[in-house]
């Protein structure tokens, strides 16, 4: 996920003219021999010139990965990326997918994040990732802790208040600096 937000920083904040991908989703992201991950598909994709923000008659993006303000009103930005990527880091550790039959109406994969956060978070998390039997599973859930709360930051309803990629990857980097010293 460190890849993906290195790429989607380049893309927003790296480029000329910032560039959103608006389809972010499991899919777009590769993995070469290297297992180094890359986005790609980017079919959809829009260069921004001088204003920040466009709107977009029809709506293109994937069901789930879509920010509340693409998906409901055409508006995109570097900050409907930030919001995929949010949901990104939910559906990797937690192992459901937004799409899941759990999520209905107002029930969405963020609110159950955000009603187990922060207490629950090892409840939701991946089976397979949390391992009681290790000794360090305070470390773990203290990374899951850190990695949900950025992602609910990421997912924010409104898009000034979610954070821009260049704080993402910076969070990231620290989140996982901190469990590797732990």
Known sequence: M????????YLHHGCP???V??????SNILLDEDMVAHIGDFGIAKLFTEEQRILITNTLGTIGYMAPEYGSSGVVSTMA???SYGILLMEIFTKKKPTDEMFVGEFTMRRWVFESFPN???????VDLVNAVEDNIQAKESFFR?????????????P???????DVLRRL???KTGFCQA
């Open 173 to 175: 980097q620290n989140i």
């Open 2 to 9: 460190i890849e993906v937000a290195f790429a989607l920083e």
């Open 160 to 166: 000034n208040e979610r954070l821009n990629m260049k």
């Open 120 to 126: 629950a978070m090892m409840q939701i998390m991946d």
């Open 17 to 19: 003219s910032p560039i």
């Open 21 to 26: 991908h608006c389809d972010l989703k499991p």
């Open 146 to 158: 850190s990695l949900m709360g950025l992602a609910l930051e990421c997912t924010s309803d409104l």
């Open 81 to 83: 990326d930030v919001y």
